[in-house]
């Protein structure tokens, strides 16, 4: 599967601390986006991470990437409430369209 | 900029019935897509265009057509509705292969 596989499924934290979510992959990949869907809205891009990049950091997002180990994961760091919203990572394998994983679901509980 | 609008928000279609989902876009964008979001699944392409005059297939073509007559433009037609394609469809745009702008969706339910 081209697929990303977000990990874990759900994740519930407090106000404040910091949340990890992990997506792994088994193709090789140009890049590799993050995403953030709000209950009944559309999707926000976050952050676009190239393979030949090992870190981004966006405000208090920073996202990784080890192509060696095929996995990139999102840290989310002192997290609000307003963070409440399933993360999506996705991939460009090579040159087909980008290819959505199933999810993260975030609750942060104030 | 409006971004990416998606028309109509809801509908409801009874088997067999036809409808087509309009999405458009104010960013001069090349590429777009239409994809189906099912409870607890990411997005899964349907169908996108790299421009105007152009379609491909994406990974749940069936069922479904499209038509990019102007750039601005995607059209998703179902000429026959089934019950399996309820689903909430969005639409989205891009500047090539990188990130993509997504409409609103529409929430659409075939009975």
């Known amino acids: 599967s081209q697929q990303g596989e977000e990990d874990p499924q759900a994740l519930s934290i407090q106000e404040g601390e910091n949340a990890t979510m992990n997506c792994s992959y088994k193709?090789?990949?140009?890049?590799l986006q993050w995403y953030r869907q709000n209950s009944g809205r559309g999707l926000v891009h976050l952050i676009l991470?190239?393979?030949?990049?090992r870190e981004k950091h966006s405000g208090r997002l920073r996202v990784t990437l080890d192509t060696s180990k095929k996995s990139s994961s999102l840290l989310i760091t002192a997290s609000r409430a307003a963070d409440t919203a399933s993360y999506f990572c996705?991939?460009?394998?090579?040159?087909?369209?980008?290819?959505f994983g199933k999810g993260t679901r975030l609750s942060v509980i104030a | 900029n409006a971004g990416v609008t998606q028309t109509p928000k809801f509908r409801v279609l009874k088997t067999g019935q036809s409808m087509t989902l309009l999405c458009a876009q104010d960013?001069?964008?090349?590429?777009m897509y239409w994809y189906r979001q099912d409870p607890g699944m990411g997005l899964r392409l349907i169908h996108y265009?790299?421009?105007?005059?152009?379609?491909a297939k994406g990974e749940v073509p069936d069922g479904y057509n499209v038509s990019r007559l102007k750039k601005q433009n995607f059209l998703l037609g179902l000429e026959s509705a089934a019950p399996s394609q309820t689903s909430v469809y969005f639409c989205?745009?891009?500047?090539?292969?990188?990130?993509?702008?997504f409409g609103p969706g529409t929430r659409l339910t075939v009975t």
């Open positions: 193709t090789s990949i140009n890049n």
């Open positions: 991470i190239r393979s030949n990049e």
């Open positions: 989205a745009s891009s500047y090539g292969p990188r990130e993509q702008y």
């Open positions: 996705a991939l460009t394998p090579g040159n087909t369209p980008l290819v």
């Open positions: 960013m001069n964008h090349e590429y």
């Open positions: 265009s790299v421009g105007e005059g152009t379609t």
